[in-house]
């Protein structure tokens, strides 16, 4: 499997629905088409967010993990 390279990562650990999806979205504006972006999150409707915003908007969400319960959102800007 080949390894993703990160360009960006943002760190929303704490913060409640939807302030991670927000923030994802203001980091997602600065940055180039094809470029990807990390989020990580504890918010449990962080996956439901993500998932949604993906299929509403040009971005692609690449994967969605969870690991010792946070979420780890990998995404590239459409």
Do not use: W
Not at 37 to 52: K, M, N, P, Y
């Amino acid at each position: 499997m080949t390894e993703i390279q990160i360009d960006e990562r943002l760190d929303a650990c704490g913060l409640a629905c939807p302030l991670p999806l927000l923030k994802a979205k203001q980091a997602l504006m600065d940055m180039n088409a094809g470029q990807v972006l990390e989020v990580r999150a504890t918010d449990a409707g962080s996956v439901r967010d993500f998932q949604a915003y993906a299929d509403l908007s040009a971005h692609e969400l690449i994967s969605t993990e969870e690991v010792d319960q946070v979420y780890i959102h990998i995404l590239r800007r459409g």
